[in-house]
Structures are given as C-alpha cells and as structure tokens.
C-alpha cells in the first residue's frame, strides 16, 4: 500500500509547496509512490488519513495551533517543509519589534481585528520528526528526502558548512569580491545557489550544529566588517534563532 | 423559495486561504462575502531598519508564486527612491524574466487549477491518467518558463541575481539562444494550450465592471509605466493611492480597494482590456482563435485572457532574446548607494493584476516605510460584486452548483492570497 502523504501550510508564501508541485517536472514517478490525500493548494480532495504531514510556514497566531497539533496527532511522520516551517524564517523579523507597533503599522486603528502574535517554527509548539531547510526548498532534497522517509532511512540533510559546496563549484568567495556571505557558519545542501548567482548567503537553512563563530569573526575582522552588517543579513531568516541566543 | 446556505472552508487551488459566505432566504440574497482568513504577514513593517539591498529579497517573500513580480516592483520603487537609472541591458533582463514569471504562473493557473473544474475532476492528479498529454505538456511549459527565470535570477521562485540597479550574474549567449529554441518548440504547445481552452465549457456570466492596468505606449506593459482604467482614468505611478483607496473590513485579513465604483478589476483580463492594442500578432490570433474581445466583462474569461498572455509572452521573449544576442551580454557592475536617500514607487503586472510597492528610505540607506498594495487585495471587492450579481443568476439551481460556481469564479481571478495579507474561505452560511 503506498504511504497516504498531506501537505499542509501556516504563515507563508507557499513557495515551499509549488517547488512541490514543480518537482513533478522531473519526477512525475513521485506520484506512483505516495497517495496524496491532502494539498489544498493544489487538489480539491480532502483525506484526513495520512501518515507522513508536511507543514509548510511558521507558527504566528494562537488559534493555529490546535490545528497544527490535530496534524501531529493524525501524522506518523512530520516534516518541516521549509525555512518558515523550519526556522521561523522571514515572519520572525517582526518578533525584533514591539508587536503592538507592528500591527498597528500595517492595520492602523483597526490593528485588533487581526489576530497575531511572535513567529516561531513549528517545532516550538509539536514535535518535528524531520525538516527540509530554506528558502525555497530545493527540488532535489525534498525527493531525497521522500526516498528516504519511504526507505524508513533519517532524511541525508547535511551538517556541513555552505562554504564546502561553494569551494567545490569554484566561485570566488563572495567576501574576497567584498561582499557578505553567511557560508562559513549555514547548513549546505543548497549547492551554493546564491554564492553562485553572485550573492551571499543569507543563511536561510538554518546554522550548522556548531557553527564555528570566532572563525566567522576572524573572517569579518580580516575583510573590515562589521557585526553589524553581518547581524543584518543573518536576521533576515534568524531572528527566532537569535533571539532565542540571546534568551 | 430557495433557501440557501453555502459554506466553504478554504477554498483550494488557489494561493493561500479564503472562505466563501453564502446566504439567502426565499431566493432573497441577505450575505455574500469572500472572507480572508490568513495569518497577516506584516511585511511592511518589518521592512523598516532593513538595509535598502534586502528589500527585494524580502518582498519576493511574500509571494511564492510570483517572487518575481515581488522582486521587480520592489526594486522599482528602491531605484525610484534613489534616483538610480537602468542599463538597456538591464531592463531587457528584466523583461525576460518577467516573462519567465508570467508563462510559469500563467500555465499553473489554466491546467492545474481551472481545468479541473471544467474537465469535472478535483485535481491535476486525476488528469494524469485521464489527460496524460494535457499534464505533460502544462509541465514542460513550467520547466521552460522555470528554466527560463533560472538563467537570469537563479530561480523562479526567490530569485538571487535581480539587484537593486542591474544584476548579479548574467546569462551566457548560449545558454539563452538554448532557451530561443526551446521557446520556438513552445509554440506547438501554445497551440495545443489554445486549443483545450476552445473545448473547455467557460461560463456565461457578464458584470460592467472598471479594468485597470499599467499601460505603455510603445509595449503591452508589464514593468512601469501609467495607471489606466477602462473608464479613462490616467495616473501616474506616484499617484497610486488615487486609484487604489485602500480599506479595512473586519470580515479580510487583505485590505480592500476601489477607484470610482464601488470595485474594479486587475488581473489578465484588465491588461487584454485596456492593452488589447499592443499585443503581438500572434496573440491577437490566439484572442480571435478564443472569440476573447475587448471589453470583455466576463471575469471567468481572465483565464482565457491568460492564455493569450501566454502567447504574448512566449513571442515577446524570443524577440528580447534575439535582442540581446544581437548587442552580446555583459557584465555590468551595480551602481552604489547614491549617499542619500528618497520615495519612490515601483509598479509592475504581475500575473494576478497591478502591484505597487512604495518606499522611503533613509540617507544611511535603510528603509524607513513601506507600503504595498497587492492585486488580490483590489480584485476583493470585486469578487463580492461579481458574487452578488451571480447568485441571483443561478439561485434556482442546486446549491452544491452554486458552490462549484462560486469557487470557480473566485478561482478564475487566480488569487493570491498570502500574498494580499496585509485574504480565502467559501462560506454559504
């Protein structure tokens, strides 16, 4: 029996979920594989048996976690799809401002209206079994990943630096150009995709386990940055994990 | 008399999450909404601090589906604010991936999310079995129109290389005379796409309703230009909120707008309306093909109007390539901060309709304010006035008809709603 598969979204884009869709280009075989139960972008079906959940999008209102916890009570599995999902991702940047202010800045007087509170990945509030990182996800990783959740196999999400993926497709590294790059501290598994389009790394897969920071700092102080410009960048999708540094 | 009561929680395939509220008593109308149910985002308020370079990479954010348009209008309104001027070479790139954007969101919308509808499936997924050629080809169009985007801007959806003034990567000749080719087969399928939209059953429904979109004398716009209504309002970019007059409604996380009438229209069907003569030839065959003229005030046609868009695009962008095979690519670098700071607006047609995003940014080059203005927000009020004239159309028909129409009819203006949080729920209460 092929394993019943739901893809669901919270506070995102869903960018994460059309490179879903866009990896059936190349892997339309995936559909042989797994039944698809619940995609409400993409289906009208609507099956509430499932065994593996992908979430897409971070956690930013009470009243979405119930739902977010009915998904984990129904699902075998479940896969943070995302750096939103994974993260916290760009929704965190508001969690570095007075919320009151935010929300007034965008709703005015009628800010009370709109529900919202700080964003957090959604691992802050259920157990995650696994996560596919950035920002999109890469086509590739996510078919990995399937492979091995349907091998019964932990999902090859690599532990290394950016910066082994960059040297490895020869770019001139970004800061040697002047330029900021988070490389040197970002979880790869991207191919260097931004590096290799001429921008640096904003770090959107999250921190490798035991980011190596005085060799980071070695690197700001060798190219004449500043912490920061570096902060800047890194807050772009780090804010919740910063902020949660600094706890 | 009818009775009706019609409640749909999340409407699918489409962007993000909206409710249809449906309710009359004794065939008498008494609530008709489009509730707006997603997680407000907040970008523009978290925009503000941010070094002026991140804006694009954050907007594109917003928006899955089109990261690009995001990503144009963003940089608009920054090189406005800055003063800073474009290369040909870099509004020639800009263009191209742009048409990248359209045809990729363009051919989602027409096979995976309305051709279900009419073919009496729920999904794409079906399709596959019953319409095994129809699927493969919608799927090798999104790979050329990916492919496309990922030459210029590392990918489609976020892309890397679009920068504030110019680029950061440049595509190699070869890499787009590859592309030309492609985009020459592409015309079969074109053909093919044109000839599936003739079969598919559109339904009969017209609304007089005001269209709006960019409009350029010498191109059918996508990027700049002026703010045109089909009831022969101009403006200029800067005087966006004249149109737009944007309102909250307790009942949408996405604020409404209008211009004069209670509603207006943007979107593929607004862009044929008021565009109609700058198309090229080739789509203009396509509109004829599909019986589509201007003024055209069915909105289930924004569709149709989105496959002569598609035409239009595959055209448009084999003559850019051409163009810019012709004067080589090069690597140009990006101009620096000007050292002081300003407003602008940036406009752009991104595939759901015209969007604006406007910025203040600060002499040390950071944002101070922003704000956006998305095209599923103003189509809002639309779709309720083109829900309040249809229920009474079809009232006596059975009410789960009624609700397929009215997801259809949603549907065919191919929110996006993620992106209108600052919007999706079919209730029939």
Known sequence: ?247 | MTNINIEVHHITRVEGHGNIVVNAKNGVLEECRLDIVETPRFFEAMLRGRPYTQSSHITSRICGICAVGHATASLRATENALGIELSEQTALLRKLIFHGEMLDSHVLHVYMLVAPDMLGVGSVIPLVKIAPDAVLRALRIKKLAGDLCAAIGGRHTHPIAMAVGGFTHFPSVAELKALRGRLVDARADMAETIKLAKTLPWPQFNRETEYVALRKEDEYAFIDGVITTTDGGKYELSDYRRVTNERMMPHSSAKHCAHKRESYMVGALARFNVNYDKLHPRAVAAAQELGLKPICTNPFLNTAAQVVEMVHSVEDAIGIIDELVGRGVHSEPLPPFPGKGGEGVGSCEVPRGILFHDYQIGDDGRVIGANCIIPTGQNLANVEADMRKLVPEIIDRPQDEIRQMLEMLVRAYDPCISCSVHFLDVKFV
């Not at chain 1, 598969?5 to 594989?33: I, K, N, P, R, Y």
């Not at chain 1, 119930?66 to 993260?87: M, N, P």
Request: aromatic share 8%; glycine share 8%.
């Open chain 1, 1 to 247: 029996m092929k394993p019943k598969v739901a893809f669901f979204d919270f506070t995102s884009c869903e960018g994460c979920q059309l490179t879903v869709v866009d990896s059936l280009q190349t892997h339309v075989d995936l559909l042989d594989a797994v039944e698809i139960v619940q995609f409400r972008e993409a289906m009208t079906e609507k099956g509430e048996d499932y065994a593996v959940a992908f979430v897409e999008g971070s956690i930013s209102r009470q009243s979405d976690e119930a739902r977010l916890k009915q998904i984990r009570e129904q699902a075998a599995v479940l896969v943070a799809l995302g750096a939103c999902a994974h993260l916290g991702g760009v929704n965190a940047m508001k969690n570095a401002m007075p919320l009151d202010d935010v929300r007034r800045y965008v709703y005015g007087d009628k800010a009370e209206w709109y529900e919202t509170y700080a964003a957090r990945p959604i691992s802050a509030v259920v157990k995650v079994d696994a996560f596919i990182p950035g920002c999109p996800i890469e086509r590739e990783e996510f078919i990995e990943v399937v492979k091995a959740l349907l091998m019964g196999r932990k999902p090859p999400i690599p532990d290394w630096p950016m910066c082994v993926e960059c040297k490895r497709k020869e770019n001139v590294c970004l800061f040697h150009q002047g330029g900021y790059c988070l490389g040197p501290v970002t979880r790869a598994g991207c191919g260097a995709i931004c590096p290799t389009y001429g921008d640096g790394c904003e770090g959107c897969r999250g921190l490798i386990p035991d980011p190596n920071s005085n060799s980071m700092s070695d690197v700001l102080v060798k190219y004449g940055l500043t912490v920061d410009d570096m902060l800047a960048r890194w807050t772009m999708f780090g804010t919740y994990q910063q902020m949660e540094l600094q706890k």
